[in-house]
């Protein structure tokens, strides 16, 4: 699926969301939530959000991204964050959201998260048997 604003790209264990926009705003959000409303009923576990794109998030953006944590949560899977732009980042920290979410450098390393994720998952090792 692709909009102006937006890229989704479904894999076998993730969905990539890639931000096109300078800013993440309520510009983008609404045909957001609806992509992520779909994914949810399809069964999406894993999501990446790869804001390398984007300088600027408002709480519009910051909604669809709770939301699609959510989701994820929901489905017994994960949400990352890859390539945050500074501005994004800092907005993350302020709202504490940084304790909540996962987030990682690069979209690579989101990629092995989701896999480390699964893996463990599939081991059986819950979060209160990692620490």
Same mark, same amino acid.
């Given at each position: 699926?692709?909009?102006? !604003?937006?890229? /989704?790209?479904?894999?076998? #264990? ?5 931000? *096109? ?15 992520? &409303?779909?994914? #949810? !009923?399809? %069964? ?6 790869? *804001? ?6 408002? !709480? ?12 994820? !949560? ?5 949400? &990352?964050?890859?390539?945050?732009? +500074? ?6 920290? /302020? ?9 990682t450098p690069s979209f ?10 699964? *893996?463990?998952? %599939?081991? %059986?090792? %819950?979060?209160?048997? +990692?620490?």
């Open positions: 699926m692709f909009s102006t !604003s937006y890229k /989704i790209n479904v894999q076998d #264990k993730y969905t990539q969301i890639s931000v *096109l926009e300078d800013k993440f705003t309520a510009k983008v959000a609404p045909d957001l939530k609806a992509e992520l &409303v779909y994914l #949810k !009923s399809s %069964g999406t576990k894993n999501i990446i959000f790869d *804001l390398e794109k984007t300088n600027y998030c408002d !709480s519009s953006g910051l909604s669809v991204i709770l939301i699609a944590n959510r989701i994820c !949560s929901e489905n017994g899977g994960c949400l &990352v964050l890859c390539n945050l732009q +500074l501005a994004v980042a800092k907005l993350i920290d /302020i709202s504490q959201l940084s304790k909540v979410l996962n987030i690579n390393e989101a990629v092995d998260f989701i896999f480390m994720d699964e *893996l463990e998952k %599939g081991l %059986g090792y %819950g979060e209160e048997q +990692l620490g």
